[in-house]
């Protein structure tokens, strides 16, 4: 056992240092979590699939690799949100309809960390098809809360969160259609950054709605979160959408504001948002301003119109998007049937979870002829107009914050037969989807026992100014709580750490 | 009859022959064996993104600009959503309100008329796989066992031609089929092979009364897989429409499917039809750009155009409309035609021959031009023989035959079957003698003032040297025996 390496403190920065000084091998490292894993997951419950054997035995072969031939990342244990395709790693995207798909090539952004030899310890759990906030809709069971089992991590990429939160995994990536990573990252205490539409490659990345979904990363640290989302981002021929950003990722170092403007959206604090949230975000607006910034009031007046937007939008890309698993070339296929309609019918009927219906439903109707300019097409407007909203604050202001979510983490079951109570959840989250810019979320500290998420949001490709605003903001933050592994509902288990 | 007129418009798939499929790597291909061209992306397997293929664009563009189409300087692909086995993303990816080119027009001809119609548009998809439908009898899907599915085809570039409904009757709708089927052969983007499916057309008509500028109802008639069944459908829809309207009755708009055994057409269940396809912008790709400056280019590389080379032929070669159009309709005949030329054969000679013997050796041999068993160089060869008096025009024939059968030159046939023509005056004075004397009869009717004996005589030389003897020549000799 390698003493002083605490897998729920660990940065990836440190883990990289003791690496290449050859402090610690990658075999250790690796064991490190692995152990957690073995420690914690019956739980947290933040895996579809833990690779652990792969994992130990790429390890093994990593530390034998000698360090000038070694890539940029090597060593690091990851977690993979099961929604990016894996070749010969089974990739459900939380679906029984996938539940034994073996992908036949690898997404692009794994492809690149691969590249740089990083290490993946397994397949985190989301909502089925990314479907969801709270991860409960995946069709493997949910995953929870390490600060609180009897709440959610989150959704949809709350395994990734979950597995960092709880030490175990390093870093994760995930992806964000509407908040997908911001929300879990609030909720779990963790840093969540999604890039800028286009910066990194989907491809390979299941579709939910494509042209909201971003790939992008989980971690414990703004400084782990510019280093993962350097290693992913770049342009890929095999992405149309995908796009070079103008510079290269920096490593933040800024401890200061100064100079810079920030703005408040006066539509993301008025309404429905906790108290305890609401308290934290003043408080981090305050320390903004004691490094150097000012904080403005601004407006985006169609935020209120982005949420029923994005509920069209999303679900009638994921209704086009969804229709080739149709039990023909690979995944489930129903036994149950006589002809081609029956099969297509069972296998859909069978292999898809109610949320997953639900939004093929709405998604199918949104579309359908006579209906088409009602809703799809007036979404895109409204979608042109929210864009619009972020053009005339960004001539104003540097970056945007808000809260991440507007509440802390719920508990399980809450909301689960109460659709429009779980949308709400990615209110502060989904305009920046719609407007394709990056958004961050970091811990800003406890409402309660539970973290609270602080968002900031930038123009497009302002990945770097970004990254050095929320690494300074972090550093004055300080945020070091750890999860308790606690179950609130169970009576309190207790810390679980040794 | 006459009181009523048809209305006919074309809507033309033609496969481009790109070396890759519309939006990934995978080879097109005619022939391999079963799913050995694909790839997730062609395959929809998850994750996969479609890239579209540039020469394919450009291929569109080509036959947009021959239709004379404004190539729309951004176009965007939409999707087309419907479950079916041989679609694997359940849709294609497609092109709807903002198409690649609009509002171009064809001119053709049906005999000496020249007829334009207007196209409505040019877009671009992809084609879906094929099906095989196991164990049934008629290889439908209704009643097969089970079915399996060939992806190889699946994603290959498609483009759609839209025609508006100005033809003005089957015969017309041929024509028009035809001679587009010549202009993007021409062009060098696809080969158009029927048999392959690289080129298939849906026809809509209606009817209304002579002179009228209203359009009626219109049915759409699918399933018609060569030009004449094309012709043929039409021709049967036609009086079963004036039928109905006659009888007082209205034309239900519906789909009807070519039974090519009964020359008939029956309604498609309107289950089948039935489909809302749920269009909407393809979020996976961005708009499709092309700037004025590619557009000229494609423009400027553009081969001559079969309209523009009949009235060429006509011109240059002194051919009549009928000639050139035979001739110079499609681009593989017109090269062959020029070909022969080329090698200082007379145009009028030369163009007899392509349109005689050497058409009907490919009609019978099922082969297309330029692909014969004559090249042009050897049908020159032999022409110059027949110019040059060497070979009779009727021996020519033989040594045609002969030459498709060895696969040989003309020279070298026509040695080695003794059929070149006998210009020899002394062996032919002996031949002229020997038949003069055999038919005393005649000599004295030719000497008595019955001129056109000599023919007989001239007959029956040629017959004796197997018509190998110079005819012009027999003649001269024939004459100066009988009168010297």
């Known amino acids: 056992m390698t003493a002083g390496l605490d897998p729920l403190r660990l940065t990836a920065r440190d883990a990289r240092r003791l690496l290449t000084d050859g402090e610690i091998a990658a075999s250790e490292l690796v064991k490190t979590y692995l152990d957690q894993i073995a420690r914690v997951e019956d739980r947290v419950h933040a895996f579809v699939l833990v690779t652990a054997d792969n994992a130990a035995k790429y390890a093994t072969e990593i530390d034998q690799e000698a360090g000038a031939t070694r890539g940029a990342l090597a060593g690091l244990p990851t977690a993979i949100k099961d929604n990016m395709v894996t070749e010969g790693v089974t990739t459900t995207c939380g679906s029984r309809i996938l539940g034994n798909y073996q992908p036949v090539y690898t997404a692009t952004a794994v492809r690149r960390i691969w590249g740089d030899h990083i290490v993946m310890l397994g397949k985190s759990n989301l909502d089925e098809f990314a479907m969801g906030s709270s991860t409960e809709n995946s069709a493997f069971g949910p995953t929870r809360n390490p600060w609180d089992l009897s709440t959610v991590p989150g959704g949809s990429s709350g395994g990734s969160a979950a597995a960092v939160a709880a030490g175990e995994a390093l870093w994760a990536l995930g992806s964000d259609t509407g908040g997908s990573i911001r929300q879990p990252a609030a909720l779990c205490g963790v840093v969540g950054m999604k890039p800028t539409y286009g910066a990194v490659s989907r491809y390979g990345l299941i579709a939910f709605a494509s042209s909201l979904d971003q790939i992008g990363p989980l971690t414990r640290t703004v400084y782990d979160c510019a280093l993962l989302l350097r290693g992913i981002t770049g342009h890929d021929p095999c992405d149309s959408t995908s796009i070079a950003l103008p510079g290269e990722i920096e490593l933040p170092a800024a401890e200061r504001l100064d100079g810079l403007r920030f703005g408040i959206p006066t539509e993301y604090v008025s309404t429905g948002i906790e108290p305890g949230v609401l308290e934290r975000f003043e408080q981090t607006v305050t320390l903004i301003e004691e490094l150097g910034a000012t904080c403005v009031e601004i407006s985006l007046p169609h935020t209120e119109y982005a949420l029923p937007a994005y509920y069209i939008i999303a679900p009638a890309e994921a209704s086009a998007n969804l229709a080739r698993f149709d039990g023909v070339r690979y995944g489930y296929r129903s036994p149950h049937a006589g002809d081609l309609t029956e099969m297509y019918e069972a296998t859909r009927g069978e292999g898809f979870g109610a949320e997953v219906k639900r939004r093929i439903m709405i998604g199918t109707y949104a579309l359908s002829s006579g209906y088409y300019d009602a809703y799809y097409g007036q979404a895109q407007k409204v979608r042109t107009l929210v864009r619009r909203d972020f053009d005339t604050a960004f001539a104003q202001v540097d970056l945007i914050v808000s809260p991440t979510s507007p509440t802390v983490a719920f508990g399980l079951g809450s909301r689960t037969d109460d659709p429009l109570a779980m949308y709400q959840s990615d209110i502060c989250t989904i305009p920046v989807n719609l407007a394709g810019l990056p958004a961050i979320s970091i811990p800003c500290g406890l409402a309660g026992h539970l973290p609270v998420g602080f968002q900031i949001m930038g123009p497009a490709y302002s990945e770097n100014l970004l990254l050095a605003a929320a690494h300074a903001l972090e550093g004055a933050i300080g945020f070091d709580a750890l999860p308790t592994f606690a179950d609130s509902s169970a009576g309190a288990r207790g810390a679980d750490r040794r | ?484």
């Open chain 2, 1 to 484: 009859m006459s009181e009523w007129e048809p209305v006919i418009g074309l809507e033309v798939h033609v496969e481009l022959d790109t070396e890759t499929k519309m939006f990934c790597g995978c080879a097109v291909t005619k022939g391999d064996p079963p799913n050995t061209h694909t790839c997730p992306v062609c395959l929809a397997h998850p994750g996969a993104l479609p890239v579209v293929n540039e020469r394919a664009v450009e291929y569109a563009a080509r036959i947009a600009l021959a239709l004379g189409c404004e190539v729309r300087p951004r176009s965007i692909f939409h999707r087309k959503n419907y479950f079916y086995p041989d679609l694997p993303k359940a849709y294609q990816i497609s092109q709807y309100d903002e198409p690649l080119a609009v509002g171009g027009s064809f001119d053709y001809w049906v005999g000496d008329q020249k007829l334009s119609c207007r196209i409505n548009r040019v877009h671009m998809e992809e084609d879906a796989a094929k099906l095989i439908h196991a164990g049934g009898e008629t290889g439908r899907i209704a009643g097969s066992d089970y079915s399996m599915v060939d992806f190889n085809r699946g994603g290959t570039p498609l483009i759609e031609i839209v025609g508006e409904p100005d033809i003005p009757s089957p015969e017309a709708a041929r024509e028009f089929l035809q001679q587009l089927r010549n202009l993007i052969v021409g062009l060098g983007v696809s080969e158009c092979n029927m048999e392959e499916g690289q080129i298939r057309w849906d026809a809509n008509i209606s009817v209304r009364p002579a002179g009228s500028d209203r359009l009626g109802t219109r049915t759409e008639l699918k399933n018609m897989n060569s030009f004449r069944f094309l012709q043929q459908a039409l021709e049967s829809e036609l009086p079963r429409q004036v039928a109905i309207l006659e009888a007082g009755g209205t034309i239900d708009q519906e789909t009807l499917h070519f039974d090519p055994e009964t020359g008939t057409t029956t309604p498609l269940r309107s289950k089948e039809e039935a489909h809302d396809y749920r269009y909407f912008p393809e979020p996976d790709l961005v708009p499709l750009t092309a700037d004025e400056a590619w557009v000229d280019k494609v423009r400027q590389d553009l081969p001559e155009l079969p309209a523009a080379r009949v009235e060429r032929f006509m011109s240059q070669y002194g051919l009549s409309r009928y000639d050139a159009t035979v001739l110079g309709g499609g681009s593989t005949m017109a090269r062959f035609y020029e070909d022969v030329v080329a090698e200082g054969v007379d145009a009028k000679l030369a163009a007899n021959w392509t349109m005689g013997e050497y058409s009907a050796h490919l009609n019978a041999a099922g082969l297309d031009p330029g692909h014969g068993h004559v090249t042009a160089a050897r049908l020159a060869a032999l022409l110059r023989l027949v110019a040059d008096g060497e070979v009779s025009g009727t021996a020519a024939k033989q040594v045609f035959a002969l030459m498709i059968e060895e696969r040989a030159e003309p020279r070298d046939v026509v040695t080695r079957h003794d059929l070149g023509q006998v210009s020899d005056t002394a062996e032919l004075e002996a031949v002229v003698a020997s038949v003069i004397a055999a038919h005393p009869a005649q000599v004295e009717q030719f000497r008595a003032g019955k001129e056109q004996v000599a023919g007989f005589f001239v007959g029956q030389v040629m017959r004796a040297t197997q018509g190998k003897a110079n005819p012009q020549l027999v003649s001269e000799l024939v004459r100066t025996a009988l009168t010297g």
